[in-house]
């Protein structure tokens, strides 16, 4: 059972975010280029998910897990615990060809146009699999067998190894194949106690920490550059006109009754959780307090000790 699914926020919020930034902004490429660097990552997840979904009948599934092992972060892309055993599939994504080479202790990527070197994934792995061992001994749970794996997700990614072949093609494998990888392991375990999987899955998911996306912050964004304005759901335009008790796009002469809801959430989810009736007049570019309140009143609920307005 999948109990933890991986959920876009990050990108939802990155895509709320360049919808609002102006080009010129001195931040804007930097977060254009990130943003497709984790939009790319997303979808390697997501193809991975596709594999590992199929061992959710037996197994607990974790995606995207977050914890805090002795005062520092853990992350993991996923975590699958059977009867016998709990295992780590970390997703990499890479274009060309990657390099393991067993003797220098190096991992390599060549996209026909550089050679570049990154942090080993399997001493990152073996590391996370120290912290997650860590972790159950900081819980007072019984200690339990830890394998990793990693998810090459492009099925076109040339995976070389130079020395131990044996050795990296033990935990190193492209998407569709990591499902029998964990299977192997399966059988070999089973004169322990069973774990009690669903339990350990969901104790898990309570001490999770939930991911807060703070771009703004992270990224030295202030309010004030945040464009305001109803965008036009039909050209894209910013700054469709309130008109009659609709909106009106000056650019393609669309008109719409909702247009005004994305521009509240987009407040919401990028400068703070709550707006007032002056913040949302301004945001919205509307001069009325009384249709602002309207507006306000049919998505969201009214904070009298905050006087503001926020999520139900
Ligand atoms: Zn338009």
């Given at each position: 059972?999948?109990?933890?699914?991986?959920?876009?926020?990050?990108?939802?919020?990155?895509?709320?975010?360049?919808?609002?930034?102006?080009?010129?902004?001195?931040?804007?490429?930097?977060?254009?280029?990130?943003?497709?660097?984790?939009?790319?990552?997303?979808?390697?997840?997501?193809?991975?998910?596709?594999?590992?979904?199929?061992?959710?009948?037996?197994?607990?599934?974790?995606?995207?897990?977050?914890?805090?092992?002795?005062?520092?972060?853990?992350?993991?892309?996923?975590?699958?615990?059977?009867?016998?055993?709990a295992?780590i599939?970390?997703?990499?994504?890479?274009?060309?060809?990657?390099?393991?080479?067993?003797?220098?202790?190096?991992?390599?990527?060549?996209?026909?146009?550089?050679?570049?070197?990154?942090?080993?994934?399997?001493?990152?792995?073996?590391?996370?699999k120290?912290?997650l061992q860590?972790?159950?001994?900081?819980?007072?749970?019984?200690?339990i067998p830890i394998y990793?794996?990693?998810?090459?997700?492009?099925?076109?990614?040339?995976?070389?190894?130079?020395?131990?072949?044996?050795?990296?093609?033990?935990?190193?494998?492209?998407?569709?194949?990591?499902?029998?990888?964990?299977?192997?392991?399966?059988?070999?375990?089973?004169?322990?106690?069973?774990?009690?999987?669903?339990?350990?899955?969901?104790?898990?998911?309570?001490?999770?920490?939930?991911?807060?996306?703070?771009?703004?912050?992270?990224?030295?964004?202030?309010?004030?550059?945040?464009?305001?304005?109803?965008?036009?759901?039909?050209?894209?335009?910013?700054?469709?006109?309130?008109?009659?008790?609709?909106?009106?796009?000056?650019?393609?002469?669309?008109?719409?009754?909702?247009?005004?809801?994305?521009?509240?959430?987009?407040?919401?989810?990028?400068?703070?959780?709550?707006?007032?009736?002056?913040?949302?007049?301004?945001?919205?570019?509307?001069?009325?307090?009384?249709?602002?309140?309207?507006?306000?009143?049919?998505?969201?609920?009214?904070?009298?000790?905050?006087?503001?307005?926020?999520?139900?």
């Open positions: 059972m999948i109990i933890k699914k991986r959920n876009k926020t990050e990108l939802d919020q990155y895509e709320a975010l360049l919808s609002r930034m102006r080009p010129e902004h001195p931040k804007f490429r930097e977060v254009e280029s990130d943003y497709a660097r984790r939009k790319k990552g997303y979808i390697g997840e997501r193809q991975v998910d596709y594999y590992l979904e199929d061992l959710a009948p037996e197994m607990t599934i974790l995606q995207d897990l977050n914890l805090s092992v002795e005062g520092k972060n853990m992350q993991l892309d996923n975590l699958l615990i059977s009867q016998y055993a295992y599939v970390e997703v990499k994504n890479f274009t060309g060809s990657i390099t393991f080479d067993t003797e220098l202790q190096q991992f390599t990527r060549d996209d026909s146009t550089q050679e570049k070197g990154f942090r080993h994934p399997i001493q990152q792995a073996e590391l996370q120290q912290r860590a972790w159950l001994q900081e819980m007072n749970l019984p200690p990793y794996f990693i998810a090459i997700s492009d099925p076109s990614t040339i995976i070389r190894v130079e020395g131990n072949k044996e050795e990296i093609a033990k935990v190193v494998a492209h998407a569709a194949h990591i499902p029998n990888k964990i299977k192997q392991h399966e059988d070999r375990g089973s004169n322990q106690q069973p774990i009690q999987h669903q339990k350990l899955g969901h104790f898990l998911m309570q001490a999770a920490r939930k991911r807060e996306y703070k771009l703004m912050r992270n990224y030295e964004i202030r309010p004030e550059d945040i464009l305001p304005g109803v965008r036009c759901p039909g050209c894209g335009y910013l700054g469709m006109r309130r008109l009659y008790g609709k909106w009106l796009c000056p650019k393609c002469k669309m008109i719409s009754k909702e247009a005004h809801k994305r521009a509240i959430y987009d407040y919401l989810f990028l400068i703070q959780p709550t707006i007032s009736n002056r913040e949302c007049r301004r945001h919205l570019n509307i001069s009325s307090k009384n249709i602002a309140t309207k507006l306000l009143k049919k998505e969201l609920v009214y904070d009298k000790t905050k006087r503001s307005w926020k999520n139900r």
